[in-house]
């Protein structure tokens, strides 16, 4: 069956570490994967896209990578903060033809302590 | 500042009511979209538009209705017949209907409206 995977555990990371989440997929060839985040009672807000032929892209303190041999993306905070602290989500885009799917996973909670 | 907006951000249901949930956006956008969420599982997709007087069913459109009269607005009826409505609702538009030069998906969403059914 098809389906992605994000780290179900909350993560813990002290302030000015580099946290970094996970997003694994399979049985999907996505045309981009992108990563946004969400704060409680929110809506999600767009952060980054990778393309299927990219391996890496940055903005800012913020870093995703893409294996598609792998199956996967690393999305990576660096020098956190606690206002980082919220949960990111991971989704797909699926092609078909002129259609466009996104596919959602999870989301993985991000704590950031002081 | 351009942006979604929805409303009402709270509301509450008696079981056999019909409820719409308002969403306007001011992006130029011609992609709308209603999702929900629920606790435990990813976003799944109620109702799509791509263009003004045109929508397409999601993965989970049962119970649900929408209309989609002006490219700004794209109202969402939560219908007696969706058995559990009870959910956090979401609003997102896009650039571009399918077969513009813009296909990298890109949502842009509102806050949110959650609905709970008494």
Redesign the interface.
């Known amino acids: 069956s098809q389906k992605i995977e994000q780290n179900s555990e909350a993560l813990n990371i002290q302030e000015g570490k580099t946290a970094t989440l996970t997003c694994n997929y399979t049985n999907y060839s996505p045309a981009y994967l992108q990563w946004y985040r969400q704060d409680p009672g929110r809506g999600p807000v767009f952060l980054l896209l990778i393309r299927e032929n990219e391996k890496e892209k940055r903005k800012e303190r913020l870093k995703v990578t893409f294996d598609t041999t792998l199956k996967q993306s690393l999305f990576h905070i660096t020098a956190s903060q606690p206002a980082d602290s919220a949960t990111y989500l991971c989704a797909l885009l699926l092609r078909a033809g002129n259609n466009r799917k996104l596919i959602w996973g999870l989301g993985t909670s991000l704590a950031v302590n002081p | 500042d351009g942006g979604?907006t929805?409303s009402p951000k709270y509301l509450f249901r008696k079981e056999g009511q019909n409820v719409t949930l308002s969403c306007e956006q001011n992006l130029n956008h011609d992609a709308m979209y209603w999702y929900r969420q629920d606790p435990?599982?990813?976003?799944?997709?109620i109702y799509y538009s791509q263009i003004v007087n045109d929508f397409q069913k999601g993965d989970i459109a049962e119970g649900y209705s929408v209309s989609r009269e002006k490219k700004e607005s794209f109202p969402l009826t939560v219908t007696s017949a969706q058995k559990n409505p009870t959910a956090?609702y979401?609003c997102?538009s896009s650039i571009g209907p399918?077969?513009t030069g813009v296909?990298?998906?890109?949502?842009?969403?509102?806050?949110?409206s959650?609905l709970t059914v008494l």
């Open positions: 979604i929805q435990g599982q990813g976003l799944r997709l956090f979401l997102a399918r077969g296909k990298t998906g890109e949502l842009f969403f509102g806050e949110g959650r």
